[in-house]
């Protein structure tokens, strides 16, 4: 299934979904990539403070990848952000 992630709270709920429905706890997770509980917490928290290698050992660690699409004229935000 495919999510549209526009910002970083989104991004932080997907990844607790993901990890969740892989049947993984904070502390499972962590120790498939080499890390703490409390790292996998702030990841999940705070998405920003990741780097992009460990954020890809994430997804890879939860059998997900990550896709870029270019958006339609439909789905630009109506904003002068872009």
């Known amino acids: 299934m495919d999510y549209a992630i526009q910002s970083p709270a989104q991004l932080s709920s997907h990844l607790r979904s993901l990890r969740k429905a892989k049947g993984l706890s904070q502390q499972q997770l962590g120790a498939l ?3 703490g509980q ?3 917490a702030r990841i999940e928290n705070q998405p920003g403070s990741v780097s992009v290698d460990q ?3 994430v997804l890879g660690a939860l059998r ?3 896709v870029l699409r270019a958006m339609s004229a439909a789905e630009l935000p109506n904003d002068d952000a872009w």
């Open 64 to 66: 997900v990848q990550m």
């Open 55 to 57: 954020f890809l050992a």
């Open 38 to 40: 409390s790292r996998i």
């Open 33 to 35: 990539l080499g890390v």
